[in-house]
């Protein structure tokens, strides 16, 4: 008998019934709360909030650096356990507008001309 991990996404409100156990949870960045990232005061700290796909919003810290594009970014899937109210990650995955969208959508035009 195979026993894999087959982990699925979760929410901020299961996981926090989950707190300390290592989860996935898949949402949005929140634009319009703040966004923290000073290398020069630190360098390995960065927050922001994360709206979770029940629309639950949480403050999100991550011990690294801010990825590159980050706020371009259109869904975003962090590996990480709560830790009181805040969700701590290890892993910030990115899903971002792909900057071929438009040259196909162009190609598509053109090939039904």
């Known amino acids: 008998m195979l026993?894999?991990?087959?982990s699925t996404y979760e929410t901020f409100a299961t996981a926090k019934k989950k707190e300390g156990k290592e989860i996935k949870v898949i949402g949005a960045l929140d634009k319009s709360k703040e966004v923290i990232y000073d290398p020069v005061t630190d360098a390995n700290y960065f927050s922001f909030y994360m709206k979770d796909k029940s629309g639950e919003v949480t403050k999100v810290v991550f011990?690294?650096?801010?990825?590159?594009?980050f706020e371009k970014s259109t869904e975003l899937v962090l590996t990480g356990k709560m830790k009181g109210s805040e969700?701590?990650?290890?892993?910030?995955?990115?899903?971002?507008?792909?900057?071929?969208?438009?040259?196909?959508?162009a190609n598509s035009v053109a090939e039904n001309i």
């Open 87 to 105: 969700f701590h990650c290890t892993q910030i995955l990115m899903k971002c507008p792909s900057k071929y969208k438009d040259q196909q959508t």
């Open 63 to 69: 011990n690294g650096t801010r990825p590159t594009d």
């Open 3 to 6: 026993v894999g991990d087959f």
